[in-house]
């Protein structure tokens, strides 16, 4: 009898064009914690988001906010892409499309040449100006992380180039996703609680296009009543099945 996985297998194979939406769950198997779910180093377990991931905590001590950035660049300079970055790496190899919340990077180390990453919140791995009419931009060394620094352009602090909550996601990033997944006919959704908005409303964008989802997951979620194949499951030991 075929199982969910040989029909979610069989729908990737045979997808006209595929989405991948990934969350922070897709690089917890590489050692970077989630933000939410039960895991015991889920950040905001630990840490107070509007203290250190908003405008508001950044301008209230810059410090403690760009040492905690610096803590986790600290981080990624010793992990690695895990199976599924390289699972989902292969979809690019086949034309599929990535849409990542995640802001470090391990898609794009991993990505076939030329291919596309659309980050939704961002990046950790530049820093830019606090003034948003500055266009002043610095790429980050992690194996040599910066101190908390002016712009040499305008004065202003230069803050990670992430997206914080009440902040508005990268305009034509945004757009290129929101028309990928508008297009395509399966939408592969991985290791996202499906917490964070507007980010969370491309799944329901596509399942109004008529997508076919599929979710992989560890733990249940805010979108798993969109999917036509849902899997609780570690992203490591599910996509690589799923893809090959
Ligand atoms: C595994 C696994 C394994 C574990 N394998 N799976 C509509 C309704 C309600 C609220 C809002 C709304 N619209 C806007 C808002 C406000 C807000 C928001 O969404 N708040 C909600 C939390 C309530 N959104 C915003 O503020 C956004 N901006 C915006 O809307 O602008 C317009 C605006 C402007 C002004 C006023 C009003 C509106 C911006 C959101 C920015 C999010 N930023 C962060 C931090 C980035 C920088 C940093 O890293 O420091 O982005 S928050 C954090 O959450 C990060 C993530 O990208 C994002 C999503 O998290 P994700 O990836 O889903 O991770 P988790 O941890 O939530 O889930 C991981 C999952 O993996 C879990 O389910 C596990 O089970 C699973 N898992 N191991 C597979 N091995």
Same mark, same amino acid.
């Given at each position: 009898m075929r199982t969910d996985e040989d029909k979610a297998r069989e729908l990737l194979a045979n997808a006209r064009a595929i989405v991948v939406f990934t969350g922070a769950g897709v690089s917890a198997d590489s050692g970077v914690p989630t933000f &939410?779910?039960?895991? *015991?180093?889920?950040m905001w377990k630990m840490f107070d988001p509007q203290e250190l991931a908003s405008m508001e905590g950044f301008a209230a001590n810059p410090q403690r906010c760009y040492d905690w950035y610096n803590l986790r660049r600290a981080q990624l300079a010793t992990i690695q892409p895990n199976p599924a970055h390289h699972a989902i790496a292969r979809l690019q190899s086949r034309g599929a499309v990535i849409v990542t919340? %995640?802001?470090?990077g391990l898609h794009e180390r991993v990505a076939p040449p030329g291919a596309v990453v659309h &980050?939704?919140?961002?990046?950790? /791995?530049q820093d830019k100006c /606090? %003034? #948003?009419?500055?266009?002043h931009r610095e790429t980050i060394d992690l194996n040599n992380l910066p101190p908390l620094r002016k712009c040499p352009r305008c004065g202003n602090y230069l803050r990670p180039a992430v997206v914080w909550f009440g902040e508005m996601l990268p305009g034509d990033v945004w757009h290129a996703a929101e028309m990928a997944v508008a297009a395509c006919d399966v939408l592969l959704v991985v290791?996202? *609680?499906?917490?964070?908005w507007p980010a969370a409303g491309l799944v329901h964008l596509a399942q109004r296009k008529r997508a076919r989802i599929i979710i992989v997951n560890l733990e249940p979620g #805010? /979108?798993?009543? /969109?999917?036509s194949f849902l899997f609780h499951d570690r992203a490591a030991s599910v996509l690589p099945q799923l893809v090959d």
């Amino acid at each position: 009898m075929r199982t969910d996985e040989d029909k979610a297998r069989e729908l990737l194979a045979n997808a006209r064009a595929i989405v991948v939406f990934t969350g922070a769950g897709v690089s917890a198997d590489s050692g970077v914690p989630t933000f &939410r779910g039960a895991a *015991s180093d889920a950040m905001w377990k630990m840490f107070d988001p509007q203290e250190l991931a908003s405008m508001e905590g950044f301008a209230a001590n810059p410090q403690r906010c760009y040492d905690w950035y610096n803590l986790r660049r600290a981080q990624l300079a010793t992990i690695q892409p895990n199976p599924a970055h390289h699972a989902i790496a292969r979809l690019q190899s086949r034309g599929a499309v990535i849409v990542t919340q %995640n802001i470090d990077g391990l898609h794009e180390r991993v990505a076939p040449p030329g291919a596309v990453v659309h &980050r939704v919140h961002g990046t950790i /791995l530049q820093d830019k100006c /606090l %003034n #948003e009419t500055c266009p002043h931009r610095e790429t980050i060394d992690l194996n040599n992380l910066p101190p908390l620094r002016k712009c040499p352009r305008c004065g202003n602090y230069l803050r990670p180039a992430v997206v914080w909550f009440g902040e508005m996601l990268p305009g034509d990033v945004w757009h290129a996703a929101e028309m990928a997944v508008a297009a395509c006919d399966v939408l592969l959704v991985v290791g996202t *609680s499906g917490e964070v908005w507007p980010a969370a409303g491309l799944v329901h964008l596509a399942q109004r296009k008529r997508a076919r989802i599929i979710i992989v997951n560890l733990e249940p979620g #805010e /979108l798993d009543n /969109l999917a036509s194949f849902l899997f609780h499951d570690r992203a490591a030991s599910v996509l690589p099945q799923l893809v090959d």
